[in-house]
């Protein structure tokens, strides 16, 4: 019984070969002060900024969202998805992120979903889907063009973002780029390792959520970002995502960024040059 652990929901699990490639805090040791600055510098980002906070986009207490409107009229929306497995995190951990995408005439809004295991994986996406209706229909007030987005997750918020581009929008989604950074596209590793104790997936939910490249009927610039310094895991399930698109017919690139881990990729967000910045902040939109 040496390779057994009691988990907290009461069932015994073997540990999975799984379980070093998701536990990123052991992984990366700097990660607590990663998480610090980024929370640090938000704080100082809601002061300095224009914002509205805590917008409900639905009934329950996770749904809710923050936006940082654009000083002028019409300017393009970057609607940006945080990570942390389904089961943790916060948007005011990202409100760095608008200082410069702001001042480079961006409207930002930051979502918020329930956390598991209050909620299945399920619920989590039917309410990230809530969120982006409801910005679609009153981004207008807050100075951005839903005709103009720049959808953005990070980890698994990657994971839902590309269930946003699965779905089929009245009149098209606006989604003009995608940018994917440090995702899971693949449920299944995820079932077999210690996150499983709060995300309680089965067989049959992964294969459910589990995205389809094919099902993507608009065909946004889409960049799939990962950092050379992540796990194997994340490393191979974005090369692996990044040619299901292509195969698919998607307008799909792919970085690997040497010295990047899963935590210092999303501190690129904070910088004002960068490849990953670079591309989110261009407003070289396709036509």
């Known amino acids: 019984m040496g390779n057994i652990e009691q988990t907290q929901s009461g069932y015994q699990q073997k540990p999975s070969e799984f379980d070093d490639q998701f536990n990123l805090r052991k992984r990366h040791r700097l990660a607590r002060f990663h998480l610090l600055k980024n929370t640090v510098q938000s704080k100082i980002a809601r002061r300095l900024l224009r914002c509205k906070l805590d917008i409900s986009y639905g009934n329950s207490e996770g749904q809710k969202l923050d936006i940082f409107p654009a000083i002028c009229e019409g300017a393009p929306v970057l609607f940006f998805i945080h990570g942390g497995y389904f089961r943790a995190l916060d948007k005011s951990q ?11 005439g961006y409207t930002v809004v930051l979502v918020n979903y329930d956390l598991a295991p209050r909620v299945p994986v399920s619920e989590i996406v039917q309410q990230v889907l809530a969120s982006f209706t409801w910005v679609r229909e009153h981004i207008f007030d807050w100075n951005g063009d839903p005709s103009q987005v720049v959808l953005c997750g990070h980890s698994v ?12 929008w009245p009149n098209g989604s606006g989604i003009r780029k995608a940018a994917l950074l440090s ?19 089965t067989d049959a939910i992964v294969r459910q959520l589990n995205p ?6 608009e065909h946004p610039d889409i960049l799939v970002a990962v950092g050379k310094k992540e796990t194997e895991e994340f490393i191979f399930q974005s090369r692996n995502f990044h040619q299901e698109l292509l195969d698919a017919g998607a307008n799909s690139e792919r970085m690997i960024l040497p010295g990047i881990n899963h935590y210092t990729m999303s501190r690129l967000l904070a910088q004002k040059e960068n490849p990953v910045m670079d591309w989110i902040a261009s407003r070289d939109f396709r036509p």
């Open 157 to 168: 918020g990657s994971f839902l973002a590309v269930k946003i581009l699965e779905q089929k």
């Open 94 to 104: 990202y409100s760095y992120i608008a200082r410069h995408m702001v001042k480079s």
């Open 212 to 217: 389809r490249t094919t099902t993507i009927l």
């Open 183 to 201: 995702g899971l596209y693949d449920l299944g590793p995820m079932k077999q390792s210690f996150l499983n104790r709060d995300l309680k997936l």
